[in-house]
């Protein structure tokens, strides 16, 4: 019972490096996103995307890109990564609007 | 962006103690208010999904109410024990679409054996 799958769990960055954030859902969600937790705010969209092929800007877009070439995928690729940009980040995946699945969270460091 | 706000940032109780936090929404474009709790280092479990103005929802010791008209959820915890440390997450669904999904600060639960 896979659920949410996101990868790496931990990374360290070099400022000007590129990356990707790996998510999986195995549960046929349409809807699935990208969020990242600060300290002292709320979780905030990043991406987000209501089906294979579509996909859409959140509140804090700039210098992330997403795909979704599938149902069960969901790549976030950092660009050109900068201190900024570090941050816990989770993926969640949604059937309907009931219930929002997340993944275990990656913490990303950029130094 | 829509003001979601939870109170208190975070609290400390002794085991056995009741306890109670708040979230606050907007009270127009309602669709659902959600509560996660959050483990450190884990993802965020789903709680409660409330929909309906005066919605009471409960799992175990802890339960939720919901009024949509004034734009406030409650989550109360019964009899708190050390395992309900946690941060505990409201989350506003607008009724604009699935992207209007809007996370709340948290309240930080410590319970202290």
């Given amino acids: 019972n896979a659920g949410v799958t996101q990868t790496p769990k931990f990374q360290v960055l070099k400022t000007g490096q590129s990356m990707t954030l790996q998510c999986a859902q195995d549960m046929n969600h349409e809807y699935m996103s990208w969020y990242r937790q600060d300290p002292g705010m709320g ?45 816990v980040y989770f993926c969640a995946s949604s059937g309907d609007r009931n219930t929002i699945y997340f993944g275990e969270g990656s913490w990303l460091t950029v130094v | 962006i829509l003001n979601v706000e939870q109170s208190p940032q975070s609290l400390h109780v ?39 103005n005066g919605d009471e929802k409960k799992k175990g010791r802890i339960s939720a109410t919901l009024n949509t008209k ?24 607008d009724s604009g679409g699935y992207q209007k999904v809007t996370f709340g600060t ?3 639960l410590q319970v202290i054996p």
């Fill in chain 1, 43 to 87: 979780l905030r969209l990043i991406h987000y995307s209501v089906g294979a092929g579509i996909t859409d800007q959140g509140e804090v877009p700039n210098g992330y890109n997403v795909s979704r070439s599938t149902t069960e995928d969901f790549p976030l690729r950092l660009l050109s990564a900068a201190p900024s940009q570090t941050s």
């Fill in chain 2, 14 to 52: 002794q085991e056995g103690d009741s306890t109670n936090f708040t979230c606050s929404f907007p009270s127009s474009n309602f669709y659902a208010l959600h509560w996660y709790r959050w483990e450190t280092a884990k993802s965020p479990e789903a709680l409660f999904v409330m929909t309906l």
């Fill in chain 2, 70 to 93: 004034e734009g406030y959820s409650y989550l109360y915890i019964k009899g708190s024990q050390p395992e309900d440390s946690a941060t505990y997450l409201c989350a506003f669904l």
């Fill in chain 2, 106 to 108: 948290g309240t930080k």
